[in-house]
């Protein structure tokens, strides 16, 4: 009888969680103090996601320099893939830990944004409007730390090309406008 094949190991992702929950409790408590002393309505929505893009910007690299970084030692990671646990299941169970370092987080952030946007505001859905543009800065910033970690193999090039990538379109955008709108 064949043995199945898993890409997900509860064990990893129990010791991912309860490994790296200090830096849970720290996003945790910074997005609770941003989010309430923000005093959130409509119009301000717009201005907190975009100022909480930096915070996402910075949390992703950390958390796939965190969850990713057996492969960058190569004792730990020699020994780390010599267990019965298969590569894609190492990979996907961080990658799981990954999505829940951000969801666990907002969603406890949006359930007390929603307590207080309804005594101020009553607009009781701008605590999901800003759960859901959290978890999709998040998601984007995340998703591309990860390709860097798994692109590069070293940590400094990782965080390196994360920067560049992120900031591509500007450099490209004042490229343009330094050359060729003169030329135009």
Known sequence: MKSRTSFFDRTVLKKDITRFAPLW?????GGLMIAISSGISGDELNELLGGLGVVSFCYAIL??????????????????HAMPLRREGWFFTHVVSGILFSLVPNLLIALALMGHVISNSGMWYLAFIWLLGMQLHYLFFFGLAV???????NRFAAVAVYLIL??????????????FQPML
């Open 63 to 80: 958390v796939a320099q965190l969850l990713f970084g057996d492969l960058f030692n190569t004792r730990l990671c020699n020994a780390l």
């Open 25 to 29: 409790a720290l996003y945790l408590i």
């Open 147 to 153: 390709l860097c970690m798994m692109v590069t193999g």
């Open 166 to 179: 992120n900031f591509l379109s500007m450099i490209v955008m004042w490229f343009c406008t330094t050359i």
